[in-house]
């Protein structure tokens, strides 16, 4: 007689997004079972305007102040306040700008303003599931609006934390959310991922990528981690709630997240 109207999940996860992006919420719906509750909040970011519309590059400047105050922690506070086991941190381009330090810091202070609630951030979340795949060396691939700095800085990110970045700079496809298709993004990436690499880690959580990971590990013979894959990965551990039940997106759901902070 009753139709799901949505209420009765295992686990409810918090998502932290810039204000006009619907790449997180959409992605991370595709791969969530329907027993995960996902429920986010909108944090400003001052390089998108009305529509999602962003320049051809987005400049550090609104990629650094998405982690500062106030905005942020008082989107953590607030959604902190309905009964969720864990936020997410949907935003890949600041903890390049910050560091893994400064990551961190931000963390500790989104959890205090969530009163204690596990906070969950995308490029964390990545080193967590290179370790978890067994990967020393990676191919990092970018959005096409992170200019070259941008992804030097998340070459540098990952260097620091001990891994080998072979190849690394943002994806020559349209620089524009709305233009990137499943096809060009599976070609592009399958005809130019080395040989010398563990895994393929392609950042962005405004950037569609989900839907190609199953075929681009098919072909490349490696894991392949995305930002809202990864992130979901974690939050899921960090909340307490099994992943294995995710199929499609990747070998990383079959693995346990190695032991320590989110």
Known sequence: MWHDDGWDVRVRLGVLTPHADVGPESELRAMAPSDVGLHA????????????????????????????????????????????????????????????????????????????????????????????????????????????ELSDLGRAYYERAGFEVTRSGPCPLPSDQHRIRPRPLYDWIAGNTPDAVDAVVIGGNGFRTVSVIDALERTTGRPVLTANQVLLWAALHAAGASTRDITHYGRLFDRPAPAGPP
Not at 112 to 123: F, K, Q
Request: net charge negative.
């Open 41 to 148: 909040a909108r944090v400003p970011f001052g390089a998108m305007r009305a529509g999602g519309v962003m320049d051809a590059t987005i400049p550090l400047a609104p990629v650094r102040e998405f982690a500062e105050p106030p905005h942020v922690d008082a989107a953590a506070e607030l959604l902190a306040a309905a009964p969720v086991a864990a936020l997410a941190y949907a935003f890949t381009s600041s903890a390049y700008v910050i560091g893994a330090r400064g990551e961190a810091d931000m963390v500790g202070r989104l959890s205090e303003r969530a009163r204690g609630l596990p906070v969950v951030t995308t490029c964390a979340a990545a080193l967590r599931a290179l370790h978890a795949v067994g990967a020393s060396s990676l191919c990092l691939i970018d959005p096409p609006w992170f200019d070259a």
